[in-house]
Every structure is written in C-alpha cells, then in structure tokens.
C-alpha cells in the first residue's frame, strides 16, 4: 500500500490525504452527533430514574397521607343512595323529580351525577334550593336550565344537573 502512494504524484497525494481526512471528518461527526446523543438520554433516564427511586423512597408517606385524607373525608361524601336522600331533604316544600343518575367509576373516587327536575315552582323556592346546594361541601351544580312555566308565567320550570362524588374504601 506504501509503494503505491510512493507512486503517486504530489497532486494525487494531496487529493488522497484531502479525501482521507473528508471521511474521517464526516465519520467522526457523526460519531460525535450519536455520542452526544446517546450521553443526554442517559442523562435523561438517569433523572427518571432518580425521581422514581424518590417516589419509591416516600411510598410509606404517600400511603399515611392517603390514609389520613381518606379519614378526612370518610362518612362524607355521598353515595348514590345518600346523594338523593341528600337533594330530597334540601328541596324541601318543593317536589323534586330525580333521575338516574349517572355514575363515572374511579380508582379512588366515583363521580354520581343527576338531573333533577322541578315543576311549577316560585322562584323563591328554585334561588333557595339553588343558595343550599351552594353551601353543599361535596355536592356541585353543574347546570340549571330554567323556563317559565306555560300555562302560569310566575312559576317555574327547572332541571339541575347535580354531581357530587364518594370516595372508595
């Protein structure tokens, strides 16, 4: 291989050593651009990592405050039975309709969630009832749709649409 390049002449040298160096450039660019890629997503995996370990480390915390946030909120929060016995004893003097409710199971919480309807109502008693589910700590309004009745402008008609959510055992 030596005698050959021996046999070259200067311009062939130097074109062979400029070709020779163009690969080994172009190869070790990409080289480099791999190398630095393959670095950062150890970086990256290695902080994943790290914050999975940390996570793991605070299993036991994270269970004690599950724990005490369920005791929290134990006995308060309403299942479906409870929720429409709950909407009952809040419109009262007036005569509720309620329908099925619709129910968004969880892990950790469900969700209930039911319409419900009033017939010919005074809007005193709908801004009250509307004013107690306000004050409802895990109850929520989620829409109301109000009409005036047909036949008797001064009463109303009204759908609620009520959720509210139970925490799992």
Do not use: C
Not at 73 to 85: A, H, I, S
């Amino acid at each position: 291989m030596l005698s050959l390049y021996e046999r070259f002449s200067m311009r062939e040298k130097t074109l062979m050593v400029i070709f020779i160096w163009g690969i080994l450039l172009f190869w070790g660019t990409k080289a480099s651009t791999h190398l630095s890629k393959a670095l950062k997503d150890v970086q990256t995996q290695t902080k994943v990592l790290r914050n999975q370990a940390d996570i793991i480390s605070r299993e036991g915390n994270i269970d004690l405050m599950l724990k005490e946030q369920q005791k929290k909120y134990q006995g308060k929060t309403y299942n479906k039975n409870q929720l429409f016995e709950r909407i009952e004893q809040l419109a009262t003097r007036m005569k509720p309709t309620l329908s099925t409710s619709q129910t968004q199971r969880g892990e950790i919480f469900n969700v209930h969630t039911v319409p419900v309807r009033f017939r010919d109502e005074p809007m005193a008693l709908l801004m009250d009832f509307g004013e107690k589910l306000s004050r409802e700590p895990f109850i929520s309004l989620e829409k109301a749709r109000v009409q005036a009745d047909k036949k008797d402008p001064r009463k109303l008609d009204a759908v609620f649409e009520i959720t509210s959510f139970e925490l799992n055992q």
